[in-house]
């Protein structure tokens, strides 16, 4: 008979989420993932003033706002005709990076690592670290003491197998220090351009109001330069340790084979020829992306809006006692299918559709340092590696970048908020495919649709009852011990799920 285990909240993540899986014979034969919060971001946006915006939709999220932002420019600029010079173009590609930067590294260290490391190691640390013999001497008081979570939020943790080896242990807990740092100042790097972060004033449709100055340029490229070397001394190396020691996570977490990517980071002027290519992968064929495949069912969500709308003409309106519904999260498909999304779809996409040398590059590369092969990156540690690589790959276009602002030339082409229009914004964030979706009606937001990254993958089941990429990606997953079900853990966070956007 089949056993029910609830794992709610999923800690560690980004926003409120529910796993419910159901295991029989030590394996999971069905999984539900649940958003358990309406926002209504769309509806706050019905009859504003449409530059309001790409404000507003930052405030779905303090991890990915310059997505958000991005985004919601992306449609107004369709909507209003103008293009951003190339400055506007690079400073964006620029803040978005760092944005990244700071993302994946923060998932990796502060959210994931810990369901790999064993972080009570460090009381066997005999180094003269100052940061590590402090993080041991709290550590060890923790535990002497009498608090009902001794050492939270490190302990209680579930009982699993943990890094073996000392000595790797100990460099993961020195570089998750680190790693908080790495973070800031990845922060500090967008905040050079954007002004602030998170939720920056200066992404305006038509490019950003910060202007290039050479001392700016000379800053930047030296805190690149300090991430870089974190990211490939610290980063790279420890997913590939994480990697070594845990292999059955290659063949655990496997997604469908459908990879959706809108492209991101553009490298010529109109928003064209981008960094991660735009496409679809469906059974590991390419397809140029077709907007109008793009629906959001709502069959298991609790919404009474009509189901299958394209998003251009999307309706939320919340249901909260809706029959057999179970998420908050909608259910976006493609052409019906269940696609997932996030750095793993833009490395897949990439590789496929084939032109992408700097993408080709740094995947084979990680592939012969590992021994491993394409087929094992559709995985939970494949979705690991995919944010290592991307990482890598960025800091040195972010040093291209950089180098590439032109100061004294514009940020920013002016242009006039139309009386109507309409407009879609593609891009990607951390976490994957993010669309905005603007209709104006006499210089009002009339309508105003959001789908989110991880509106893809942590949907629930749609109209068909087909399940979301993370609920089927669970199904076979060996759960040893009901009491400690790590395996799941460890499969939804390879995700880096953001509950705070997929319900907005
Ligand atoms: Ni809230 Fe977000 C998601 C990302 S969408 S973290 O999902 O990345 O811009
Ligand atoms: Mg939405």
Redesign the pocket.
Known sequence: MARTIDIDPITRI??HLAIRVEVEAGMVTAAYSMGEMFRGFEKILKGRDPLDAQQITQR?????PV??GI?SVLAQEEAYSVTPPSNGRIIRNIILGANYLQ?HIIHFYQLSALDFVDIVKITAYTGSDPGLLELKAWVNAQLASKTIYPAAPFLPRYDAAYLQNDELNILAIKHYLEALDMRALAHKLGALFAGKLPHPATIMPGGVTEVVTAKKIAAGLSMVKTLQTFVESAYVPDVIAVAQAFPEYFSLGKGNGHFLSYGVFPERDGNADFLFDRGVLLKNQFQNLQPANITEEVGYSLFSSPSGLNPESGITEADPRKRRAYSWIKAPRYGGNVMEVGPLARLMVSYKQGANQMVKKHLEGFLSATGLGMDNLNSAMGRHAARAIEAKILAVKLTEWIESLNPGKPVFEDYKICKMGRGMGLTE????A?GHWISIENHKIDNYQCV????W?CSPRDDRGTPGAVEASLVGTPVADEKNPMTVARVVRSF???I???VH
């Open positions: 980004e926003g779905i999220c303090g991890v990915c997505s958000h985004a993302s964030a951390a976490r994957g993010l989110v990254p991880t509106t993958n880096d799920p953001c705070a956007c997929a």
